[in-house]
């Protein structure tokens, strides 16, 4: 159980594009999703919380027009690079943390790889 | 704010060695702890948590972490280390409620 897939596993796209990355759960219902940013040989960095319903919750420093967070159900949250540029490029994992969950575990997606041409 | 420190970037040991990593955290109460492994290009895998009770956490693929609390630490253990242990460790620390915050990471090497 708790099953987290992204879509897709990896993009190559040319600069100025915009990317859409999915993140579903695939056997639970996740209220709050995270998106993380993880550039070679280092650690994840959270770029937003997502809850289902709301408007994500962005870290500082993090471009919310740049990257769009959508998440319209309990089981889907899409994360948008807008006008893309090659300092996009990166390992972007998503997250979900199952509804009425007590511990905070979040369950991990397999990343998706973004090169940005 | 919750915060986590990994001080070793990378260790390597043999085949067969016992193995520690090293992890501490900031936080005001006692935290939800967390150790999850990353292969190559992959997503992360929560190999054990710890958020209440017994110190003394058992995981999967044989690993275990003990939570001190004098000590602000969460150390990940395994008696024999295999060479399919190789890959990226991360820390994480969460409160209730926030979210999660993750430590640089240990990159683990197996000598044969």
């Known amino acids: 159980g708790a099953v987290v897939s992204q879509h897709p596993s990896w993009v190559i796209c040319k600069s100025g594009t915009s990317v859409k990355i999915e993140c579903r759960s695939l056997?639970?219902?996740?209220?709050?999703m995270f998106w993380y940013r993880q550039f070679p040989k280092q650690s994840l960095m959270l770029m937003a919380t997502?809850?289902?319903?709301?408007?994500?919750?962005?870290e500082q420093g993090v471009e919310k027009d740049k990257f769009l967070i959508n998440h319209a159900s309990l089981t889907l949250s899409t994360l948008t690079v807008t006008s893309a540029h090659p300092e996009d490029s990166s390992f972007y994992i998503c997250?979900?943390?199952?509804?009425?969950?007590?511990?905070?575990?979040?369950?991990f997606g397999p990343g998706t790889r973004l090169t940005v041409l | 704010a919750q915060s986590v420190t990994q001080p070793d970037i990378h260790i390597t040991v043999s085949e067969g060695a016992s193995l520690e990593l090293r992890c501490n955290y900031s936080?005001?109460?006692?935290?939800?702890l967390f150790w999850y492994v990353q292969s190559p290009g992959q997503g992360l895998q929560l190999l054990l948590k710890?958020?209440?009770?017994?110190?003394l956490v058992q995981g999967i693929k044989g690993f275990e972490a003990e939570f001190k609390r004098s000590q602000s630490s969460f150390n990940l253990r395994k008696p024999s280390v295999h060479w399919s242990d190789a890959a990226e460790y991360f820390c994480?620390?969460?409160?209730?409620?926030?979210?999660?915050?993750f430590g640089a990471g240990t990159r683990l090497t197996v000598k044969p």
């Open positions: 997502s809850n289902e319903g709301s408007k994500a919750t962005y």
């Open positions: 710890y958020f209440s009770g017994d110190t």
């Open positions: 994480a620390v969460g409160a209730p409620g926030n979210d999660m915050r």
């Open positions: 056997d639970f219902q996740a209220t709050t």
């Open positions: 936080y005001g109460a006692t935290p939800y």
């Open positions: 997250s979900a943390r199952a509804t009425g969950t007590i511990d905070n575990e979040q369950f």
